[in-house]
């Protein structure tokens, strides 16, 4: 019997949503620890997270209608770190997620990597929609809620400018839509509209329906674009969108199969639902067609018709998952150069063995040809992760085989003194590592394992803990315009 005391790591994680409408922080305490026997190979796991410290609602400061106030956002997270009592240099992991329409500001890009690097050593500094969906279905107790129930479960975020769509099924995402489907498309002073976003002017032209600038908030036509957009939602939620419903969507159509049996609504919009958040933290009341959207949504005969639960999270919800639920824990037995770490937005590519090495191996050079030329196909030195599944098991000289062919193939990179980037599915990371080192591979060489990606992923890799893991958040980065 082990009777020997098991060590706990905490690290600090942020998430900081910078939506449409509003701005939100939340920090949040992780403990890890090592769950294998002492005589079995560490596998270190998160075991705890505890929320720290939650912000208030800020509205998100913008310069123009296409400029964020990168200054005041900045102060904004400044402040409240302050008022946790944390500080930058403590924050080792999680997310900073712009979301809604803006992500289709000009600086957003630079915003963001600015954050990244000047409030903590966050892994994630991306925009997108399908990201954003799938965060929010974690922090509104959708993705938990699926696993419970096993029923095909929608969560839809629906915030200042979008409606983000995750499909899931015990705890497997089943597809995603993002919709222009928010309370800030169009905008009220005094009375009066201020502001029509280019989706729902096209939405009116399509539907000879017109709304001007200067047009009394009362006018009918508002409801028709609500009730418009609820219905709409409806449709793709039951799988059966129509051509006049594309002009709400965003990228690509829904791509789910299944039939959808329960709904949970989070965001700013199922705030004016649900009503979770205290009055005393609402910093203002928003002059838009929010509260009339929701109206619109709980009156839709199609969305009647589903099973509708209650979210743990509203408007919250994605900051919560960007803070608590993005970061996964590498193996223990990994091979990483520190002073390469940490690695940002690198994209992934998979090769699979089908458990034979040495016919992987035949077609092995080819297909690493092949990534080289997708995400290198400028000759800029973009370099990307090679992700290896669905190895046999293998002994020293198999080892030798694979680590020399990987030295061979990733030569021909256009910027070869990049660092070789690995990721295993099986607990191989450490040998492989050591084995390229050891046959004088000249970059350096980050090698890791448990972690599951896939074509089209992105990950982040963060500097290792005092445990030798590292933290790695996988993600789809888009930044899309509207």
Known sequence: MNNSKQKKETIISAGIDIGTSTTKIILSRFSLMNVAGASHV???????????????????????ASTINVEEVEKIVRSEYANAGIKASQIETGAVIITGETATKQNAR????????????????TAGPDLEGIIAAKGSGAYDHSNRTEKVIANIDIGGGTANIAVYKDKTLLGTCTMHVGGRLIEFHEQKVKSISPPIQKLLVENNQSLNIGDSSGSPTINFVTKFMAESLGRILNNG?????????????????????????SGGISECMYTHEPISNKRSAYDDIGLRLSEALQRDHILEGFSWHEPVETVRATVLGAGTQTTEISGATI?????????????????????????????????IETAINMYDAAKEGQNFALYISELPYMGFKDIQQLAAAIIKVMGKRYDSNQPIILVLQTDHAKVLGQTLLAMNVEPSVICIDQINVDHGDYMDIGRSFESGVVPVVVKTLTFHTS
Request: hydrophobic share 40%; proline share 6%.
């Open 241 to 265: 969108v129509q051509e006049k419903d594309k002009v709400l969507i965003l990228g690509h159509l829904p791509n789910w199969k299944e039939r959808i049996e329960v709904l949970v609504f």
């Open 42 to 64: 560490p596998r270190i796991e998160i075991v705890d997270k505890e929320i720290l410290y939650k912000s208030p609602i800020f509205r998100t400061p913008l310069l123009d």
């Open 335 to 367: 091979q990483v150069s520190q002073n390469e770490l940490p690695v940002k937005n690198i994209p992934v590519y998979r090769y699979t063995f089908d458990f034979n090495l040495q016919e992987g191996l035949q077609n092995f050079g080819e297909a």
């Open 110 to 125: 630079e915003m963001l990597h600015y954050l990244s690097d000047e409030v903590g050593d966050f892994l994630v500094a």
